[in-house]
Structures are given as structure tokens and as C-alpha cells.
């Protein structure tokens, strides 16, 4: 399967603020985007993403997408809408523990990553017989490739996707092959 990981366009936010799940507007317009992607997508594939506007936009530019929660970003809870510099000694417990810790009200990544991982799971059992593009965060994404190319979860903060960018990995009987990253 020919596995294309789109996140979604830079969002109109202020520098250093946690949003998650929060809907926020975009800082570039998803129609530009989309022109920019579109040459690097096969002419035809199946579309998935998350229903926060987002990504659920760019993904209409893109074509008729199927909107799943299970992508949308790790839910921070309480800390949505503020400044990361407002969290003081809260910030130190999610450096020590940045998979099991969970902002008060939200969820953590570990919980973040099942979700996603269990609709990656489905959408395998499906055995799609076009390729697959998917437009949603930087959280669900690492998830998906992280777990697709064997990384240990502590190591999926290290892939870093890029707002507006695409992402290819084909995925093999025998394994998944990494194609190209934030293109």
C-alpha cells in the first residue's frame, strides 16, 4: 500500500501556544497548499482525515475525504488555548514523562496513540487497493509512522512533520519503506 501522511496547513495561533484539538484557523490558505501537494499524490488514492477544520479542509481541496476523530491531535484538556510559558513546573512533568503524562482534562500520547493506531489497524484489515492519503497532525502522524517503521514510541517525537507537507511510506508484505519525508 502507497501510504501518503499529509499534515495539516500552519494554523493561525499564536507562537508557543498549546491548541490540540482546539479548532483554530489556518495562517495560509488550504487551496495553495493542496496545489503544492497535489503533483506528489497519485492521480487517484482513498482520503482520510481528521474532522478538525485544519485538516478536514486542506483534505476537501484535496477530494472527498472520510473524517475519522480518531485522527484528531492529542487532546490537552485544560491547557488548550494557552501559552506553553504560562504552564510553569507542569511542563517539567511532561518532559520526564512525555508518553504517560496528561494535561489536566486532556489525554496522553500513549492514549493519543491508540486511537490512532486503532484506526490504522482497520484501515489494513481493509486492504485498500488504491493508495491511501491521510491529512491530520503532527501527533496522530508520528504515531502512524513511528509505528510502521518499528521505531520504539520513545523515539516517534523525533519525526518531526512539517505544516503543509507530505510524507510517503509504502507499506510491504515484508515490511515499509520509507520513500520520501516533508516534501
Aim: proline residues 9%; aromatic residues 8%; hydrophobic residues 45%.
Amino acid at each position: 500500500m502507497e501510504l501518503h501522511l499529509i499534515r495539516h496547513p500552519r494554523p493561525d495561533v499564536p507562537p508557543g501556544t498549546c491548541y490540540g484539538q482546539r479548532d483554530v484557523g489556518l495562517a495560509e490558505p488550504p487551496a495553495e497548499t493542496a496545489a503544492r501537494l497535489r503533483p506528489l499524490l497519485p492521480a487517484a488514492y482513498e482520503l482520510h482525515a481528521s474532522p478538525l477544520a485544519r485538516a478536514r479542509l486542506l483534505a476537501e481541496e484535496l477530494g472527498r475525504p472520510q473524517l475519522d476523530g480518531r485522527l484528531k491531535e492529542i487532546h490537552f484538556g485544560d491547557w488548550e488555548g494557552r501559552l506553553f510559558s504560562t504552564l510553569g513546573a507542569a511542563l517539567d512533568e511532561w518532559a520526564h514523562d512525555p508518553l504517560g503524562f496528561r494535561a489536566p482534562g486532556g489525554e496522553s500520547a500513549r492514549e493519543m496513540s491508540t486511537r490512532v493506531l486503532h484506526w490504522l489497524d482497520g484501515l489494513l484489515a481493509s486492504a485498500p487497493q488504491r493508495p491511501v492519503v491521510v491529512v491530520a497532525h503532527g501527533g496522530p502522524l508520528r504515531a502512524i509512522a513511528g509505528h510502521l517503521l518499528g521505531l520504539p514510541a520513545e523515539r516517534w517525537l523525533g519525526l518531526d512533520f512539517a505544516c503543509g507537507h507530505a510524507t510517503r511510506l509504502d507499506v510491504e508484505s515484508w515490511g515499509v519503506v520509507l520513500k520520501w519525508f516533508n516534501r
